[in-house]
């Protein structure tokens, strides 16, 4: 995997290299390696660059806290020592999503489209902070260990939990690579990220938004209020699928992005 020296720590990114950029934004405690399937199918189509957040997968840790601006001030970067010239599709999940927000709001120049999945828009309200506060503080004492356990249920939905064992296993593979100080950064970015809401109504690229139909972190009806808030917006709900639509019903997942992507070159044409 390719690695970048940026000022304060080592980037590693996957970059399939060819077509319009497709920029996929994982979600937490998760890496880059979530991508795989979309970075295989939608690599004829696409250059795929999918990084690893700072602590998370390769890419190195830097003390926490983290926030918002300074993960997508890291994907810009990746962009930028790339030479890419145009502006590109941002895909995010979940807390990729948030980031996709932020990158919006600081580089609208520079997102030709929006993917949110699995995502919502507003910030944590008083009793999130404090869920992540108590999170925070048990990855102090204990680790990653304490993430995993609570979160590795949570992101597949129940079927798929209870079915697909090699699935599961590969979830918590990942969850498990992360940093303590990578999860203890990027709970510090979410817990104070800004509410999004506001922009939606302003956001003016084409936006596709996926939500698993059993996604038991972020209901489908956050899904469908950014569906009736964005302008230009589509909203696809899998069912079968729940927090990690891309992995759970990867093929149907591949198969929304791709149409979206046809529609955009349409729309140039
Ligand atoms: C994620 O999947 O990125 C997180 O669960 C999002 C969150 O905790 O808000």
Redesign the pocket.
Known sequence: MPEQERNDFTLAYQDSCSGPTILLIH??PLNSSMWESQIEDLSDMARVLAPDLRGFGLSEATPAPYSMEMMADDCMGLLDSLGVQEPVIVCG????GYIAFEFYRRFPDWVAALVLT?TRAGADDEAGRASRDKMIASVRERGVEPVSRA?VPK?LAPDTYERNEMLVNFVREMVETSTPEGLVGALEA?KARPDSTPMLADISVPVLIIHGEADQ?IPVSQAEAMRDAIPNTKLVVLPGAG?LPNLEQADAFNEAVWDFLQSLEEEVE
């Open positions: 979600g937490f999940l979940s807390m990729g699995a979160m992101l979410m972190i927090h």
